[in-house]
């Protein structure tokens, strides 16, 4: 307040009451001021959580999808897996039919004394067989004369030579075969060591 000299009590409630409505005045607009700033920035804030719980729904759904074709695509590539595995077996299966049929026929012949018949028919049907499992992908894995390998030989058995070096295979028992690189079954065989 300032200095000034009142010449009634009246006159000096009166300017006080007149600055104390003025202040309550000011105090008010500013509080007013304030609740509408403060309202305004609550509704920028709500509309920023709005835009950002849409951008969270949005995501969420997205990932819904990718888990649900995910999941469609593992269940896909299984079946195709199983029927690829299928067809396989049943194109295997068609071209061991024929020598199905000659077994059969051999069977089924008049009983004979010529044993070199039998023997040519017993080996056109072993060429057959083998002619299929070939064009299929088996290989007969190589053992006499090589260096022993874990990864294609079970050694069975270890002898003493002392014309060749050690660990070189000199017999085979039972082949090996492998099918497109990959070992099916070890060959069997006697070892020098």
Aim: hydrophobic share 35%.
């Amino acid at each position: 307040m300032t200095d000034k000299k009142y010449t009634s009590e009246a006159e000096c409630v009166s300017e006080v009451d007149e600055q104390a409505n003025s202040d309550a005045a000011d105090r008010a607009e500013t509080q007013t001021e304030e609740v509408c700033f403060d309202y305004r920035e609550v509704e920028k804030m709500m509309a920023v959580i709005e835009e950002k719980n849409r951008l969270l729904q949005e995501h969420a759904d997205r990932i819904k999808r990718l888990q649900a074709d995910f999941d469609n695509f593992r269940r896909r590539t299984k079946q195709e897996k199983e029927d690829l595995s299928s067809l396989v077996v049943q194109n295997l299966i068609k071209e061991l039919l024929p020598l199905l049929d000659n077994f059969e026929r051999a069977m089924t012949a008049e009983s004979s004394q010529d044993t070199a018949a039998l023997r040519s028919g017993v080996e056109m049907i072993y060429r057959q067989f083998s002619s299929v499992l070939e064009k299929n992908g088996l290989e007969p894995i190589p053992a006499v004369g090589l260096p022993f390998d874990p990864q294609f030989h079970e050694a069975i058995m270890r002898v003493e030579d002392c014309s060749q070096p050690e660990g070189t295979i000199v017999d085979e028992l039972q082949k090996g075969y492998s099918v497109r690189g990959k070992v099916v079954r070890p060959s069997m065989v006697k070892v020098i060591g």
